[in-house]
Structure formats: C-alpha cells, structure tokens
C-alpha cells in the first residue's frame, strides 16, 4: 500500500518559473524523504527532512513539513529544463526498515 | 552516480521461469533494500537485507526472496514469473534502514 500521495500528478511550467508539488501522508512519520527519477531510472535522493522541522532548503528546493495536517510540499525555484522528472515523496514505514513512495508528480519544464 | 550498480539493466523472460537479478550496494553500506516499480507508480518496497538476514519485508509473495553478501551485495530472486511482475526492479543502499538510500539505476524485466 502506498503512504503519500503526490499532487498534482501532472505539472507543466516554463523555464525559470517555480515549481510546488504536494504530499500527503497517513501515519505518523520519523522523516520525510524527496527524490527525482528522470525517464523511469533510478531514484536520486533531494532532501530529507525529520519530523520535528518544519521547513528546509538545499539549493533551490525548498521543503516544508506540517505533521499537524500530515502534508509536505516541495518548491524548485526558477525551474530549468533539467528539472524536468517525476518527484516522490516517501516516509518511512513503523519498523523504520522501508521507504514507502506516492505516486509521484511529474514535472514538465519546457524552455 | 551513487556508487550502487546492478544488473542487467534489461531482461526478457517468459511466464513461469526464474530471475536473478543482481545489486552492488555503495561502499561501506550494510543494508540493501529491493523495490518494483511498475509503470506509472511509484516503487514498492520487497525486501531489506542487513548484515546477510532478512530486516522487513513488504507485502510480497514469497517467490520474490533474497541473498545478501559478506560483501553486501545482494540478489534478488523472483520464481514462478507472472506478467505483472514486468516492472523496473530498484536497489538501495544505505547505512541504516530508512534513512537516506541511494539508488542504483535498476533493472528493467519485462514477462511475456
């Protein structure tokens, strides 16, 4: 069964516009975890952020956490053509032994 | 490049034969975990491997099972293959179980 859940499940935006992704998750959560795939490779870790923050940056992603409304969100700023990839969110499950993904949202960055 | 490899990178097998696919997890991670992603979702967690034993299994039958390595490298076995096991099978490595995992490129199996 999947925890998060992606919105929206599709995104299309220009070159140097932001980009917001949302994720919604059941369970309570030790962290919560970003990562890009691009054209249905391999996943490559963004961000993690643990469940007593409330918000994150690296770079130009920005990430933040409401374990109140069991949602996080996502922000690339200034988006690249190179940004373009799906984006999940996943958590980790009770025993903290797995990563359990959403759907994911895919991001389309057209120059 | 995370440092995790595996292969093949692609396989075509038919229904009712067995798989083996195969990952080399980063150096100096302990703990390698399989995931199926098919198309249009997001992966499944299988398996988790530390240290060679079995350390969480996700809802999975028992025809999909495991090997981990003195080396930590592991194997991944499906028997009995079915048509929706056709997916891209993903290894991760990492140094504890849930935390950050770094992702080989997988290996894409397609069942006919």
């Known amino acids: 069964s999947q925890q998060g859940e992606e919105d929206p499940q599709a995104l299309s935006i220009q070159e140097g516009e932001n980009a917001t992704m949302n994720c919604s998750y059941k369970?309570?959560?030790?962290?919560l975890q970003w990562y890009r795939q691009n054209s249905g490779r391999g996943l490559v870790h963004l961000i993690l952020?643990?469940?007593?923050?409330r918000e994150k940056h690296s770079g130009r992603l920005r990430v933040t956490l409401d374990t109140s409304k069991k949602s996080s969100s996502l922000l690339i700023t200034a988006s690249r053509a190179a940004d373009t990839a799906s984006y999940f969110c996943a958590t980790d499950n009770q025993a903290g032994t797995a990563l359990i993904f959403g759907k994911g949202t895919t991001l389309s960055v057209s120059s | 490049e995370t440092g995790v490899t595996q292969s093949p990178t692609h396989l075509i097998k038919t229904r009712g034969q067995q798989v083996t696919l195969r990952c080399s997890s980063q150096?100096?991670?302990?703990?390698v975990s399989w995931y199926q992603q098919a198309l249009g979702q997001g992966p499944q967690f299988i398996f988790q491997?530390?240290?060679?034993?079995?350390?969480g299994r996700g809802n999975f039958p028992p025809r999909f099972s495991g090997l981990q390595f003195p080396n930590y490298s592991s194997e991944l076995n499906v028997n009995a293959l079915e048509l929706d096991d056709s997916a891209l099978y993903l290894c991760a490595s990492s140094l504890t179980g849930a935390e950050t995992q770094y992702f080989g490129p997988g290996t894409r199996l397609l069942v006919l």
């Open positions: 150096s100096g991670h302990n703990t």
């Open positions: 491997y530390y240290r060679e034993e079995e350390n």
């Open positions: 952020i643990r469940s007593n923050e």
């Open positions: 369970t309570s959560i030790n962290n």
